[in-house]
């Protein structure tokens, strides 16, 4: 994988998520290389061979959030921060330890078991949590969509080892495959290492998007039978199969007694 470094941008970003204002994602580029993720659509570079970091990333975002009062800051939006190359250029764990150092917390996102390196410095930063998404229950399907990330065994250690370790955790279901992805199965696998589930739906924006041509390429060679009525179901928020999607999901919740959080509208 070749490693360049990317133009001056900046690094603290607006999150959109809940109960966070920042996001950094300390690589741009990932090479887990999903075939779904949303992030292909504005790559700078070809994932399966490079990938870009800051020049200083250090320097820079120390001047960025030099006048923040401490607060939560979410890792993990268009990157992986623990991807293969974060073992070479620690790029993730120096911010952790800046961040660490100005008494802000992290909500982190990742498919990697590398996280656990960090509980050192996660354990110095309460009100932390630490994620990992999920969308297939099985391996064979797995690789298919996402071959070059971790399995989900590593990925449900690795929160296994966290827990244990005092962080809280989540489990990130996303995205939801129509007719794929068995929500019952995959609930089952992580609920006893997981302190919140949330559950999100396969969201696609545009048909001449690259994360669509490439799970329709996927679906045409693997799935060819449900090709068609997938394609519906992926451009439509009031489709019925998403109304039946929450309907199970709820059952579920109160049948198991869940912090579930659905996010299928």
């Known amino acids: 994988m070749?490693?360049?470094?990317c133009s001056l941008r900046k690094i603290l970003n607006p999150c959109i998520l809940e109960a966070h204002n920042y996001q950094v994602d300390p690589y741009i580029g990932c090479e887990h290389f999903c075939r779904y993720c949303y992030s292909l659509n504005q790559a700078e570079t070809d994932w399966e061979k490079e990938i870009l970091i800051h020049k200083d990333i250090i320097?820079?975002?120390?001047q960025e959030m030099n006048s923040l009062e401490p607060q939560s800051i979410y890792m993990g939006m268009n990157s992986d921060p623990y991807q293969p190359s974060e073992r070479?250029?620690?790029?993730?764990?120096?911010?952790l330890e800046l961040l660490a150092e100005r008494g802000f917390s992290v909500?982190?996102?990742?498919?990697s078991g590398l996280v656990t390196r960090d509980i050192d410095i996660l354990r110095k930063m309460p009100g932390s949590s630490v994620g990992v998404s999920i969308a297939f229950q099985e391996e064979r399907t797995r690789q298919i969509f996402e071959k070059n990330a971790p399995s989900n065994r590593v990925r449900i250690e690795a929160l296994k080892k966290l827990k244990n370790s005092g962080i809280a955790t989540y489990t990130l279901i996303c995205p939801v495959m129509p007719f794929i992805t068995n929500l019952e199965s995959v609930i089952e696998?992580?609920?006893?290492?997981?302190?919140?589930?949330?559950?999100?739906?396969?969201?696609?924006?545009?048909?001449k998007d690259k994360n669509w041509l490439n799970v329709?390429?996927?679906?045409?060679q693997h799935f060819?039978?449900?090709?068609?009525?997938y394609q519906k179901i992926a451009f439509s928020r009031d489709h019925p199969f998403w109304i039946k999607v929450r309907t199970?999901?709820?059952?579920i919740k109160r049948k198991k007694c869940l912090n579930l959080r659905i996010r299928i509208e």
């Open 189 to 207: 696998q992580v609920a006893s290492y997981s302190d919140t589930i949330w559950v999100y739906r396969l969201n696609m924006e545009s048909e």
């Open 216 to 220: 329709k390429s996927i679906l045409d």
């Open 2 to 5: 070749k490693v360049s470094k």
């Open 88 to 95: 070479t250029f620690k790029q993730t764990r120096k911010v």
């Open 107 to 111: 909500c982190i996102l990742t498919k």
């Open 224 to 229: 060819p039978e449900l090709t068609e009525q």
């Open 248 to 251: 199970s999901l709820e059952v």
């Open 59 to 62: 320097g820079q975002l120390y």
